[in-house]
């Protein structure tokens, strides 16, 4: 008996049922990890449209003091067309693009807009809150002088 258990100890390696448990408690923190980044980006993402937006809202207030007027635009659109002066006259850079699939939109009259875009997560609070453009939806970011 004694001779059995000094060879088992001489041999060097895992066994096969040491190598699955570590292999699973791997992939299940690997899992984990996963879903919380994937929450992350979605976040992160949101962060980046409420941050376009507010550049957008300080380009559109720079236009309008030299214009004295907001871009007019009776439905809400997406920003491309009524606002690409803002990035022709200097205003910005470039127009900025949603992160992720959605769209940014405007709606303008002469003296005030509306700026919106999805969010991913639930709307912090400082959202214009309102029918126009269909600022009234839960997951609508929105924004108005």
Do not use: W
Request: net charge neutral; aromatic share 8%.
């Amino acid at each position: 008996m004694i001779k059995y258990f000094h060879e088992k100890r001489g041999q060097k390696g895992f066994t096969l049922i040491e190598l699955l448990v570590v292999i699973a408690i791997i992939g299940i923190l690997a899992t984990i990890v996963l879903v919380s980044l994937n929450t992350a980006r979605s976040k992160a993402r949101d962060v980046r449209r409420i941050s376009d937006l507010r550049q957008l809202a300080l380009a559109l207030e720079m236009s309008y003091d030299d214009n004295s007027t907001y871009p007019v635009q009776a439905t809400c659109v997406d920003i491309a067309t009524p606002l690409a002066a803002l990035a022709t006259g200097g205003y910005m850079g470039a127009l900025p693009a949603d992160p992720g699939t959605y769209t940014y939109s405007y709606l303008g009259s002469a003296t005030e807009y509306v700026l919106k875009a999805q969010l991913e997560n639930t709307v912090p609070a400082g959202s214009y809150i309102g029918t126009d453009c269909a600022c009234n939806v839960d997951t609508y970011y929105c924004i108005k002088p």
